[in-house]
């Protein structure tokens, strides 16, 4: 049997960076090769960043795409690395976008991978099954391709595929079973949710044992915008042995030794027409087979193992993704800082905690902005936590700006409540205009989804690092933290009684967030049925709750729409985030009725 060892580059580009992209497939090629990798992999749109979404349809960004991937090979080559063969994706165009009038439904922009070898691209495969659900669009951007690629390295067969190809059954993992091939290279763009990971090593088990063939599983690490990708790459053997699997939400270069069969003796070199399927069997596609090298000389040193990393617990996974949500959402669009409220509640607390965890302590501005209606505990609370974790702690009192409005407008009830908010949130934008901070708001998904939120006052901000945070997991993600602390022997950087007493906006006398809500344990799970699940009314009454509160929470849920929409983005870490997944009308007469 030949041997291969390859190296999965689980890598962290920037969308739009294409000369920054074209640098790190430099650098990891380059370690790859010290580490006597004879194929090194990296993900899905490594050269232009994904999702590049609307960029898709300027001629000068594809242009650059495919200049800069000409470009590559011949750099690689200079670098002394052109013998190793280096899978990338990258956007290319055979045509116009379909949104023009001389389009073709044959052409157009193209999800693409690439095979840099020798200073040349030697071989080319465009995305197969193009994803049109939840957060993905790519129905809207490109072409499908029809065909196949099957590179041969090292005399071993390996067929070439892109991120939702996996998901897909039949297609090119059914095709790459007619090739004969010994491995199948499948690169991703694959974006975290929580236990999706549970989820991947299952399917990537089912697609192995589709193709007969071991499965190379390579992921983008880091955000873009609402986008968390957690990595988690890995490889599966055809009986769906796991034989190595890189951790989440870090870089890595993982390289493995692989023993995989010959490539078939009687393979042509070249395509091979799709062969013809009776009606309603799986769709076949034409395989183009291109040959790079019939053997390798084995590597010098000791057999390479990637080694196997454990899974981390739930909350520790959602934490990991919201830190490196936040933390490239900041650097990659050039904030220095970020700034928040305050308040000693369990909302910022938490989004305290993330931002130093993230950024460190000398990028986090906490500010304590007392009303007369803020209690001292919440004060001390605030003032515990900024000096458990080290961040920049403020206090702006905002009772006499509250009063220099209301001295010179009448105002009552919820009106004054909200103009607290409001000030608030002048002060925040202040200090973010003066001293260049990123703005990030504290409010959770519970909250988003019911509208308990002051629009332009605690809702105000650029990021919100629990968009998509339910609050009851909020609480556990706190407690979560600081057992975290313990147990590595530091302080545990949340006040307990942040975490243990009443949740409150403080914006009138004895407030409490029961006087308006339903118990947080109570609202949740009617919103993960409503909201992620798309449960109607009956469905969630069958399911036990109360037919009155269902109806209040589903009104409140649906008058809010206009709020969510003017929400600043945040991490998804949920199957259905708000903006991303879940769209609807503002303007909308349709109610769940009794």
């Not at 095979?115 to 197969?128: I, M, P, Q, S």
């Not at 998804?572 to 903006?579: D, E, T």
Request: charged share 25%.
């Amino acid at each position: 049997m030949p041997s291969l060892r390859i190296a999965l580059a689980q890598v962290n580009p920037i969308v739009g960076d294409i000369a920054g992209n074209a640098a790190v497939v430099r650098d990891r090629s380059r370690a790859a090769a010290e580490a006597g990798a004879q194929l090194v992999v990296f993900p899905e749109m490594m050269l232009t960043g994904y999702p590049v979404e609307d960029l898709v349809f300027r001629d000068s960004f594809v242009a650059a795409s495919r200049a800069t991937l000409d470009q590559l090979a011949v750099d690689l080559a200079a670098d002394d690395l052109g013998r190793m063969p280096v899978v990338l994706g990258y956007l290319d165009a055979d045509g116009p976008a379909s949104a023009n009038a001389e389009a073709t439904p044959s052409r157009g922009p193209r999800n693409a991978l690439a095979v840099l070898h020798e200073g040349r691209v030697v071989a080319r495969y465009f995305k197969h099954h193009l994803p049109n659900y939840g957060v993905f669009d790519e129905d809207r951007y490109f072409v499908p391709g029809d065909a196949l690629t099957v590179v041969r390295i090292g005399g071993v067969d390996v067929a070439l595929t892109i991120c939702e190809d996996l998901w897909q059954a039949g297609g090119p993992f059914q095709v790459a079973r007619r090739a004969g091939v010994g491995l199948v290279v499948n690169i991703n763009g694959s974006p975290y949710e929580l236990n999706k990971d549970d989820v991947r090593l299952p399917l990537i088990r089912r697609r192995a044992a589709e193709a007969d063939a071991t499965v190379a599983y390579v992921n983008t690490v880091g955000a873009q915008d609402e986008l968390v990708f957690d990595g988690d790459s890995m490889i599966v053997a055809p009986d769906g042995t796991l034989l190595t699997r890189a951790p989440q939400f870090v870089e890595q270069l993982l390289v493995h030794d692989l023993a995989l069969p010959a490539a078939r003796a009687d393979a042509p070199i070249g395509t091979e027409p799709a062969q013809p399927v009776p009606a309603g069997a799986p769709e076949d596609m034409a395989i183009t087979r291109v040959r790079i090298s019939d053997e390798l000389p084995a590597p010098a040193d000791p057999p390479a193992v990637g080694g196997i990393t454990e899974p981390v617990v739930d909350e520790g996974e959602v934490w990991q993704a919201l830190e490196l949500g936040l933390r490239d959402y900041v650097d990659k669009n050039g904030f220095r800082s970020v700034v928040l409220g305050l308040s000693g509640g369990i909302d910022s607390s938490v989004v305290a905690v993330i931002a130093v965890d993230a950024l460190g302590p000398e990028r986090v501005v906490g500010v304590s902005m007392p009303s007369q209606h803020s209690s001292e505990h919440s004060r001390d609370d605030a003032a515990d936590l900024a000096k458990r974790t080290g961040l920049d702690y403020r206090i702006e009192p905002i009772q006499p700006m509250v009063d220099g409005f209301l001295a010179n407008m009448s105002l009552s009830g919820m009106a004054v409540e909200n103009l607290q908010a409001r000030v608030r949130g002048v002060v925040l934008m202040a200090l973010s205009n003066q001293e260049g901070h990123l703005v990030l708001t504290t409010g959770n998904k519970s909250e988003l989804a019911v509208g308990y939120s002051t629009l332009y006052g605690d809702s105000v901000g650029g990021f919100n690092p629990l968009k998509d945070v339910w609050k009851s997991l909020v609480w556990k993600l706190a407690s979560w933290r600081n057992a975290e602390a313990i147990r590595r022997g530091e302080t545990p950087p949340i006040p307990e009684n942040s975490i243990r007493k009443p949740p409150s906006a403080e914006l009138s006398p004895g407030q409490l967030d029961s006087d308006t809500l339903p118990d947080y344990s109570v609202l949740d799970a009617i919103l993960v049925g409503y909201v992620d699940g798309d449960q109607g009314r009956d469905d969630l009454v069958a399911a036990g709750h109360d037919p009155e509160v269902v109806d209040r929470v589903l009104r409140m849920v649906d008058v809010a729409e206009y709020k969510r929409r003017q929400s600043a983005p945040g991490p998804k870490i949920s199957i259905k985030a708000f903006g991303r997944d879940r769209r609807l009308p503002i303007t909308n007469r349709w109610r769940e009725r009794a």
